[in-house]
């Protein structure tokens, strides 16, 4: 009898303990997916533009810091929440093993303090409103996580203004068109003594950083050698000067490509987002970036110069590598090549890659070479250590301030002028122009506190310029003006003062910003642009693939790829989920395996699908193509329906759609 009630007992409870366990998923999926949104909102100037074009480009050369500040912020805190909770309700709810009456069984905690305090004790009540509130604890606790989780949705939703795109990308727009100025359809003339280049970005480098007497936002000025190196160089502040002047990134420029793509060819990186239906682009599997437009790289090229590009990470990482071997032939000197040739030693990482102590070292040593060659010399230096969420604080760094960030300001401040400082002392800086400029504002929330009204800006300043501007007054621009400007500076003559969508501001033409207005080209920019399209001639990703009928005997589902349409595809991942054949954690059963090179560019890949328990449902069968080690396109999506016993007999199967329609043959 006692057997039986215990029996009847474990069946009621079944119920309620799978509920339970529904219920934990949902909360730790809520808090970190809440805690995600959160993280994203922190991030002041992280836009949906940024989010989309780095999402679907490979991650190589990413600072594993990154991936630990979402991790920091996001899932230990929801970790933390969660196993309180989890506490909580193991104690409220006490050791319900079974039967208190049983042998070797331990009673409730309820029962325990019921007994102590005898019949009709008040003793009882604290067990009640323990029985009560284990009961209440963890469904509470699951809709709080579910509303704190959809109120962070709706803050990002609108911060992000996924409204406004979506309903902007459904508009088509001619204005990019209609603006543009082709470097092709107008003369450039050269000085007869070709001008070396340095341009030198600066990584998240503002305006906002200085005081508020220089133009900036803070009481400290935490850039003072670069506020005194504008008053020395050219910011088109006008004569009067005092306060800072710099360019303001439109939309699409306001990521590092971005931000270098706008100042060397005139142009914000809009490209197409949803090119093979399956929400990605296929910039990653590119033999080139934006072929069908001029750039400064092959202007320069076309004249004879020596084009480098010095990082101290990853050039691969968001197309760099791409394109400044599209447009000008760039040699690249990056985190890759001092880590082969011996420079850095053996496994040494930091930050992105390697400091910008380094990356001053290097470029030094560069420019001297450079120097020597004979030939006119473009390079191109990127910083990092000012890099958000913190920026990297490296030896040379001094713990003036209480923030990581402002600390690593201050020292690239000291930095960069220390190597301009050089610069001056060597003899081939007369016949070189040097443009500093931020690749974009900074991303951190270390400019929270900006007022509604002010307009951040990058920090620029062009020193030694071969010219002085027809305009001496205060001019509005942004970093696509830097494209002219950069070639005027180096004593071209630009017919119509115009290239791409920049001006040159040493001309008296005005700027497509005092024409227009930042607000109204940002509205322009966010419809679509069949013509940027055409100029990015994104080549679609294409593969023959063979899906062979279902093993019946063996469980196996396999297919073949050949043919594909892109040499930098290096391999496939490739997914196979069956919907509703529950694992033992109550989800879905997915399986990710590689796929192998049968023979060169033929590759296979094949399951042996469980069948330890009957099955009716849909399978999905994912390819995804690998770029330099990275999951990149989708190339394709296949179903099957399913139909089996337990162990896989009584098979009928047949290849669906997604909603399981059959297939027509």
Not at 475 to 503: K, M, Q, W
Request: aromatic share 12%; net charge negative.
């Amino acid at each position: 009898m006692q057997g039986e009630e215990e029996r009847t007992e474990n069946r009621v409870r079944r119920p309620g303990r799978a509920a339970e366990v529904i219920l934990f998923l949902i909360l730790i999926l809520t808090l970190v997916t809440g805690r995600i949104f959160q993280w994203m909102m922190s991030q002041v100037s992280l836009n949906l533009d940024e989010i989309l074009y780095t999402l679907k480009h490979p991650v190589d050369g990413t600072d594993p810091g990154f991936y630990w500040s979402i991790i920091r912020f996001s899932v230990l805190p929801a970790a933390a929440v969660f196993f309180v909770i989890l506490t909580l309700q193991h104690f409220l709810r006490g050791r319900e093993g079974g039967s208190a009456s049983g042998p070797g069984r331990k009673k409730p905690i309820e029962q325990e303090l019921t007994v102590a305090g005898g019949a009709g004790s008040s003793a009882g009540h604290p067990a009640r409103w323990r029985r009560m509130l284990g009961k209440w604890l963890l469904p509470v606790c699951t809709a709080g996580a579910v509303i704190f989780c959809a109120v962070s949705a709706w803050q990002v939703w609108t911060k992000l203004g996924i409204s406004e795109y979506l309903r902007n990308s459904r508009q088509a727009s001619t204005w990019i068109e209609d603006q543009y100025v082709d470097p092709e359809d107008v003369s450039i003339v050269f000085p007869e003594k070709k001008r070396n280049l340095i341009y030198l970005y600066l990584e998240s480098m503002e305006v906002s950083f200085s005081d508020l007497s220089s133009g900036g936002i803070f009481e400290e000025n935490y850039i003072p050698n670069l506020t005194k190196l504008s008053g020395q160089a050219q910011d088109f502040s006008g004569p009067e000067g005092g306060k800072l002047n710099g360019a303001s990134s439109w939309k699409y420029t306001t990521w590092t490509m971005g931000g270098m793509f706008a100042a060397t060819s005139g142009l914000p990186l809009k490209i197409p987002i949803e090119s093979d239906g399956f929400d990605t682009n296929y910039m990653s599997t590119q033999d080139t970036f934006f072929p069908n437009i001029t750039t400064l790289g092959d202007i320069l090229q076309e004249e004879g110069y020596e084009n480098d590009l010095l990082i101290g990470s990853d050039a691969t990482f968001g197309g760099r590598r791409l394109y400044f071997s599209t447009h000008g032939a760039y040699e690249f000197y990056d985190y890759n090549h001092y880590a082969e040739d011996g420079s850095l030693p053996s496994g040494y990482k930091v930050f992105w890659g390697f400091e910008d102590e380094k990356l001053f070292g290097f470029a030094k040593k560069r420019l001297d070479s450079l120097s020597k060659s004979g030939k006119p010399f473009n390079l191109t230096m990127l910083t990092v250590d000012t890099h958000y969420p913190d920026g990297y604080t490296c030896r040379l760094c001094e713990d003036t301030y209480g923030s990581s960030y402002a600390n690593a300001i201050a020292c690239s401040d000291r930095q960069v002028s220390a190597f301009l400082d050089w610069c001056r002392e060597q003899e081939w800086y007369e016949d070189t122009a040097i443009v500093v400029s931020g690749d974009h504002p900074t991303m951190a929330s270390f400019c929270d506190g900006a007022p509604d009204d002010y307009v951040r800006k990058v920090y620029t300043a062009y020193l030694n310029p071969a010219k002085e501007p027809v305009r001496n007054e205060w001019r509005e621009y942004a970093t696509v003006d830097n494209f002219p400007t950069t070639l005027s500076a180096l004593g071209c003559e630009i017919e119509g003062g115009r290239l791409g969508l920049g001006t040159d501001l040493f001309s008296g033409e005005d700027t497509l910003t005092e024409m227009t207005g930042r607000t109204q080209i940002d509205q322009e920019l966010s419809k679509s642009s069949l013509w940027m399209q055409k100029q990015a001639n994104v080549e679609p990703l294409t593969g023959d693939i063979t899906y062979d009928p279902y093993d019946e005997e063996n469980h196996v589902l396999s297919f073949t790829i050949r043919n594909v349409s892109s040499d930098k595809v290096d391999g496939f991942r490739c997914c196979m989920k069956m919907y509703g054949y529950r694992t033992s954690s109550g989800k879905d059963y997915i399986k990710w395996i590689s796929a192998e090179e049968i023979e060169p560019g033929v590759w296979r890949a094949q399951w042996t699908l469980p069948v330890d328990q009957a099955y009716e449902g849909i399978v999905k069968l994912q390819p995804t193509c690998m770029v330099d080690g990275a999951r990149s396109n989708v190339l394709d999506l296949h179903f099957y329906h399913l139909k089996y016993d337990a162990g896989g007999g009584n098979c009928e199967w047949y290849e669906c759609d997604s909603k399981g329609r059959a297939l027509k043959s």
